[in-house]
């Protein structure tokens, strides 16, 4: 069965330092994966998405992930914090077996220290 | 110009009301999808439809009752409110459900309070 860990439930950096939000999933079948954003009180973002194109995937915000099979990892980065990256950030694997529902992680709080 | 919107914002009232919310795309989309976000910030989906068919039902009370009047709305009507169903309820939309490249496309969500 297809499950996501997100390893971290919070997630603090200081602004201009580098994020690392982290991901794990399991799936039998080749995955689709994605990392949605969400601000205080506000929708579900897109940031990216794999869908079986390049390893290294760049989103919005000069957010990147990148795909790594062996490891069955979906890593979210970012080199330099901005104060308004702080917010929820959720990872998703959606695959055939989940008949392609989008299967959520916990969720990682990003905390930006001024 | 929203692509998925939802109303009403906010909705707080008491329990043992009746209430719906309403949410519409304007993206062209198949699929449309009616998600619940409790206070640990966990999303559990709780329906979706295609051309207003009803093709996921999770685990949910029948007291929650979608309705899909045409492809661009689904809405949720609940019955008999509890006061575990204060969420944030989430309505999203996809090109469609037969594909992992689809990504879903969110409303901006209805905070749900029952007192």
């Known amino acids: 069965a297809q499950s996501v860990t997100q390893l971290d439930s919070h997630v603090s950096v200081s602004e201009g330092t580098p994020v690392l939000l982290r991901c794990n999933y399991s799936?039998?079948?080749?995955?689709?994966l994605f990392w949605y954003v969400q601000h205080p009180n506000k929708g579900l973002q897109l940031l990216l998405k794999y869908t079986s194109a390049a390893t290294l995937v760049k989103g919005i915000n000069g957010f990147e992930a990148e795909f790594k099979k062996s490891e069955t990892s979906f890593h979210l980065t970012k080199p330099s914090a901005h104060m308004s990256d702080a917010a929820e950030y959720f990872c998703?694997?959606?695959?055939?077996?989940?008949?392609?529902?989008?299967?959520w992680g916990a969720g990682t709080k990003l905390i930006i220290k001024p | 110009d929203t692509a998925v919107s939802q109303t009403p914002k906010y909705l707080v009232t008491q329990m043992g009301n009746d209430k719906s919310i309403k949410c519409e795309q304007n993206?062209?989309?198949?699929?449309m999808y009616w998600y619940k976000q409790d206070s640990k910030k966990f999303l559990k989906i709780m329906f979706s439809?295609?051309?207003?068919?009803?093709?996921i039902n999770e685990t949910v009370p029948n007291r929650f009752s979608p309705k899909s009047p045409d492809k661009a709305h689904l809405n949720l009507h609940i019955n008999s409110l509890e006061l575990g169903d204060s969420a944030v309820y989430f309505c999203?939309?996809?090109?469609?459900?037969?594909?992992?490249?689809?990504?879903?496309?969110f409303g901006p969500g209805t905070r749900l309070t029952v007192l």
């Open positions: 439809y295609n051309n207003k068919e009803l093709i």
């Open positions: 799936s039998s079948y080749s995955p689709s």
């Open positions: 998703v694997v959606s695959d055939l077996e989940s008949n392609y529902q989008l299967i």
């Open positions: 999203a939309s996809s090109q469609d459900r037969a594909s992992g490249y689809n990504e879903q496309f």
């Open positions: 993206l062209g989309h198949d699929t």
